[in-house]
């Protein structure tokens, strides 16, 4: 069996990035969703699990509902536009590809953990 030329290579690495950004955002909203609802109590495995978060009941579901609406926003969003230009803009490279995928992840991540942590400082 004959290996796949460049751009059916391309073709095929942006369509696994794309679908799995696209999963992997709406996923990450289902998981949201009980957080910014209130429906998960404190615990060491599902939330927003900062120092701050565990000083009381209160500061855990103002952390966590908080940290969810901006992850929805500024990660899980982001994630599912990523996933569709993927879809139908080809990127230059696999490699060019790759970079902005993990480039949007980490930005993203950063900047919720950042704006989690700040926020977390406001709270008694």
């Known amino acids: 069996m004959p290996l796949a030329n460049p ?49 009381s009941e209160e500061n855990w579901y103002k952390i966590n509902t908080y940290g969810s609406k901006i992850m929805i926003v500024l990660f899980s969003l982001p994630l599912i536009l990523f996933g569709v230009v993927c879809l139908f803009q080809p990127f230059s490279t696999v490699n060019t590809l790759i970079f902005t995928f993990l480039s949007v992840i980490t930005v993203s991540s950063v900047l919720c953990i950042s704006l989690i942590f700040q926020f977390g400082k406001k709270l008694s």
């Open 7 to 55: 751009a059916e290579q391309a073709a095929s690495v942006r369509l696994l990035i794309g679908i799995v950004s696209i999963l992997g955002g709406i996923a990450s909203i289902g998981l949201a969703i009980p957080l910014i609802r209130g429906k998960i109590p404190m615990n060491n495995i599902y939330g927003v699990r900062i120092p701050k978060s565990f000083s």
